[in-house]
């Protein structure tokens, strides 16, 4: 459910609607938009049927949104996401470009794919440091050593840096490595590491 607040709603209209929510053990999240603020209900709605939510000062209306996926919908988040990544700026108006190799296989082999990603124009240097294979037995990345040279390339070209983080144990180091920590296909059911 979201509750959309009138334009003219003042910060204690929304801490009353946000404490109604939190009172019947719900989540509110509160979005600012650039000309309407809403309040996003998360859990259990039903909860709520004895409150009369529209009425109270501030609220324009409410609606109930059945579909999975709640804090990804354009309902419930109507406005883009913009993330400033050190001045780049994703999501925005204009373009932005990861590129690079598949694998960080060598030094050398990740320099040249730096340096031809920067005349390209893109913003942004993307390498696998840990590549999960079909067969244990294949090439499964540098890992430290990958986001070592990752680092190097970031300093030596100015792009910024995203990899993949294959498990909740490499959080940390692809977090101390990378500007962005990109979670591929295959992990998008690996709850733990969601999660982490």
């Known amino acids: 459910m979201v509750i959309i607040m009138r334009p003219e709603a003042t910060l204690e209209n929304i801490a009353e609607v946000k404490k109604v929510i939190e009172a019947v053990g719900l989540e509110a999240k509160i979005m600012e938009g650039a000309q309407q603020k809403i309040v996003g209900v998360i859990g259990d709605k039903t909860k709520l049927v004895s409150v009369a939510i529209d009425a109270l000062p501030g609220v324009e209306s409410s609606v109930a949104i059945s579909k999975s996926y709640k804090l990804a919908s354009r309902e419930f988040h109507p406005q883009n996401t913009v993330i400033d990544v050190g001045g780049v700026k994703i999501g925005g108006d204009e373009p932005v470009v990861m590129a690079g190799p598949c694998a960080v296989e060598s030094r050398e082999q990740l320099f040249e794919a730096a340096d031809i990603v920067k005349a390209g124009g893109a913003q942004f240097l993307r390498g696998g440091a840990y590549k999960p294979r079909t067969?244990?037995?294949?090439?499964?990345?540098?890992?430290?050593?990958?986001?070592?040279?990752?680092?190097?390339?970031?300093?030596?070209?100015?792009?910024?840096?995203?990899?993949?983080?294959?498990?909740?144990?490499?959080?940390?180091?692809?977090?101390?490595?990378?500007?962005?920590?990109?979670?591929?296909?295959?992990?998008?059911?690996?709850?733990?590491?969601?999660?982490?």
């Not at 390339?153 to 490595?177: D, F, N, Q």
Request: charged share 25%.
């Open 135 to 196: 067969s244990p037995y294949s090439f499964q990345g540098l890992e430290i050593e990958g986001l070592k040279y990752l680092a190097e390339a970031r300093e030596r070209t100015g792009l910024k840096i995203t990899t993949e983080v294959t498990t909740v144990e490499g959080i940390a180091p692809v977090a101390e490595y990378s500007d962005i920590l990109q979670i591929g296909a295959r992990n998008m059911q690996n709850f733990g590491l969601l999660k982490g």
